[in-house]
């Protein structure tokens, strides 16, 4: 029996005006998720001011997504927070791609050998996304738990995801972009990010040296799919005095190997 055609995603009118194709409520309540994907929570008058909404709305929004456990207020009635429902819908997008779930063991084996935090991240908009992290037994550690974000040019991740993008994508993304100042070693200009990615293409790993966070480093590689793409990055990160310059190069090559060992486990040539 032939199989029933599925439908497709989107009416004939969507290709129409954008303004016509949002709903505003939506789109104010997707704004309010955004708003709380931080591990510390907002207030009520927090997320009103940062929104340019009134307390009245936002209080609204925020009684529907807890009918649906989108999200959650803390025991003293204050604090607002990301909610159950929302880490289910996220795990879905983690699903689609079996990337975390080949990584884990590897991220593992990594943390053991290395004694360091191992984290996974994707491109995201510009950024990185960090989508898992197998943290080291250390007190002192890196900390990058799934869905913080992170600036492409400061981070160990993004600078090996870059190191792929050809010359006309890298341009696209940072040729006239102002680049966001986090130490004195970040990052400050296109030319010199350059000047990195093509030391990190030279090496196979990139190194974030303090860039991001004053007395932490990372090293990185990229890993790629079956069609050769870089799909995501593997690090390991922590602080400068365990990850000192003599042993940079041996942590590189474990880095490297790991992501190879990753990449085979997603059909890479």
Not at 248 to 269: C, D, F, Y
Request: hydrophobic share 35%; net charge positive.
């Amino acid at each position: 029996m032939p199989q029933e055609q599925r439908r497709r995603g989107r009416p004939k009118a969507f290709n129409g005006p954008q303004t016509q194709n949002t709903i505003q409520a939506l789109d104010r309540a997707l704004d309010v998720l955004n708003a709380l994907a931080t591990p510390e929570g907002k207030t009520l008058s927090e997320l009103a001011g940062e929104l340019g909404q009134s307390a009245a709305t936002m209080h609204r929004v925020l009684a529907t997504l807890e009918r649906r456990e989108f999200v959650e207020i803390s025991p003293d009635r204050q604090i607002w927070h990301i909610g159950p429902e929302a880490y289910r819908l996220g795990a879905a997008f983690l699903r689609r791609s079996n990337v975390v779930e080949r990584s884990r063991p590897i991220m593992r084996e990594l943390m053991l050998e290395t004694g360091e935090t191992s984290n996974l991240g994707i491109e995201k908009d510009g950024n990185v996304l960090f989508i898992s992290q197998v943290e080291t037994h250390e007190s002192i550690r890196a900390f990058f738990p799934p869905g913080t974000l992170s600036p492409m040019h400061a981070s160990g991740i993004g600078k090996a995801l870059l190191s792929t993008f050809d010359e006309d994508r890298l341009a696209g993304l940072f040729h006239k972009k102002t680049f966001e100042r986090f130490t004195e070693k970040t990052v400050q200009s296109f030319e010199q990010l350059r000047e990195e990615l093509q030391n990190t293409r030279d090496r196979g790993y990139s190194f974030d040296d303090e860039e991001r966070t004053k007395g932490m480093r990372c090293v990185a590689s990229p890993i790629l799919n079956v069609h050769g793409e870089a799909v995501a990055g593997i690090s390991v990160s922590g602080p400068k005095h365990r990850l000192q310059d003599g042993g940079i190069a041996q942590l590189g090559e474990r880095v490297k190997n790991a992501a190879r060992m990753v990449s085979r486990r997603l059909g890479a040539p």
